[in-house]
């Protein structure tokens, strides 16, 4: 089993950028679609991105589209999501978890495909 390690949360004003990490480590992160999630205070746990495990084909929720980039970096084991253009509806807990799905990344926007979760970073943004 993958564990997984968030980092590079924090506070930042509005039209500000962060870019979050995703340590891997336990197995080849190569062989793992990755996606992040958030949950904002109040609200359920709802997808933001997915990239396939080759990092061939990437997918976004609407409200994130131009202005989120999902990547990941085999080598590394690590992925990223670089957060452009922060608005204060961004504010949440992101988690990135990890899949062993091999389909196109938009069927990886259900939680139910991943097989491992990190334990998440807060994104605060003042308006």
């Known amino acids: 089993q993958v564990q997984l390690v968030e980092s590079g949360g924090g506070l930042v004003q509005a039209g500000g950028s962060l870019r979050l990490s995703c340590a891997a480590s336990?197995?080849?992160?190569?062989?793992?679609?990755m996606g992040w999630f958030r949950q904002a205070p109040g609200k359920e746990r709802e997808f933001v991105a997915a990239i396939t495990w080759s990092a061939d084909d990437t997918y976004y929720t609407d409200s994130v589209k131009g202005r989120f980039t999902i990547s990941k970096d085999n080598a590394k084991n690590t992925g990223y999501l670089q957060m452009n253009s922060l608005k204060p509806e961004d504010v949440a807990v992101y988690y990135c978890a990890a899949s062993k799905w091999i389909g196109p990344a938009a069927t990886l926007s259900f939680s139910r495909r991943y097989d491992a979760w990190g334990q998440g970073t807060q994104v605060t943004v003042s308006s």
């Open positions: 336990g197995r080849p992160f190569s062989t793992y679609a």
